[in-house]
């Protein structure tokens, strides 16, 4: 006796291709979704620092960090709870600078004044703020030498950005090159940035860091 062999037909490998289609689509619109919020996340991170620092001001007619009265203000039980900055105006130190720069002392007073949450000891590990990715997230002064080539009083940076979130991240807060304007991106080396140009141009794959005038 002969035995008829089983197979799909057409209509059965189309309801097949049909149903991969759609979880594919599926799984690809739920990466945009969360791409997506990602970008939200990172430029919530460029919009609340200027409104920390702004309100830290108002409250104590001094930038945090370079506070020089910061016992004074933060240490309400007369304790040295705080280092206080030199008071000259600005906040001195790079974006990325540790130990005793106001740079790096700008988190503690912003935490003792409970304008933000987290650890007020810069001796912790979880003192410095990361952003969605985990790169770390810092302020500096602007003028010179002027981060990525920002002009301005205060820059924010924000550092291991993927690169193919960058281009949507300069959209939403800039003018969408992040080779031009108040944004700009960078690669390599914190210390030593390779600028987005058109000879260094942005790579999808790689790893970005981002700065901001406030």
Not at 108 to 116: I, K, N, S, Y
Request: net charge negative; hydrophobic share 40%.
């Amino acid at each position: 006796m002969q035995h008829r062999q089983a197979g799909f037909t057409l209509v059965e490998i189309a309801v097949v291709l049909l149903i991969i289609g759609l979880l594919l689509s599926g799984v690809l619109k739920g990466q945009a979704l969360l791409d997506s919020a990602r970008v939200k996340n990172l430029a919530q991170d460029f919009a609340s620092i200027p409104a920390l620092i702004h309100a830290y001001q108002d409250k104590y007619r001094a930038l945090p960090g370079d506070d020089g009265a910061a016992q004074r203000h933060l240490c309400l039980d007369g304790s040295a709870c705080a280092t206080p900055g030199n008071g000259n105006g600005v906040i001195d130190g790079s974006w990325h600078a540790e130990g005793e720069t106001e740079s790096f002392r700008l988190w503690q007073h912003l935490r003792l004044a409970e304008l933000v949450g987290g650890s007020t000891n810069p001796a912790e590990p979880g003192y410095l703020p990361r952003n969605a990715f985990g790169g770390r997230i810092g302020v500096q002064r602007g003028g010179e030498p002027a981060v990525l080539g920002i002009s301005g009083s205060l820059v924010v940076c924000s550092t291991g950005i993927p690169g193919k979130l960058v281009h949507q991240l300069d959209i939403s807060v800039d003018d969408g090159d992040p080779a031009t304007g108040a944004m700009r991106a960078a690669s390599g080396e914190i210390s030593a940035p390779s600028i987005v140009s058109a000879t260094n141009p942005l790579d999808e794959a790689g790893s970005y860091t981002v700065c901001a005038r406030l």
